[in-house]
């Protein structure tokens, strides 16, 4: 079925910047949100930001005129651009595929990738 594979993580300081990807396999995803989660140590996994296929997006408020989540449909790619990082950022992050078509529906996560800034 479906693969996400996401990418783009690692360490950075306070106030930089990361570009995560996430690459889905295959050329029919159909109509769906993607979007991303993170998950820091001893918390609960939280919505990140989420897109539509149409552009619509959805953030979450502590991420708010920091980051841009964007989405290239042709080529099946989910990006997350991360400004002015802060080490409550700190998290592993996961792409999400989501579709409610009642014949073609489904909920793929990928493996995560992880995001460590520093003070």
């Known amino acids: 079925q479906v693969q996400l594979v996401e990418s783009g993580g690692g360490l950075v300081q306070a106030g930089g910047s990361l570009r995560l990807s996430c690459a889905a396999s295959g050329s029919n995803l159909g109509n769906n949100v993607m979007g991303w989660y993170r998950q820091a140590p001893g918390k609960q996994r939280e919505l990140v930001a989420a897109i539509t296929k149409g552009g619509n997006t959805n953030y979450s408020d502590s991420v708010k005129g920091r980051f841009t989540i964007s989405r290239d449909n042709a080529k099946n790619t989910l990006y997350l651009q991360m400004n002015s990082l802060k080490p409550e950022d700190t998290a592993v992050y996961y792409c999400?595929?989501?579709?409610?078509?009642?014949?073609?529906?489904?909920?793929?996560w990928g493996q995560g990738t992880q995001v460590t800034v520093s003070s």
């Open positions: 999400n595929a989501w579709s409610s078509d009642p014949i073609r529906g489904y909920d793929y």
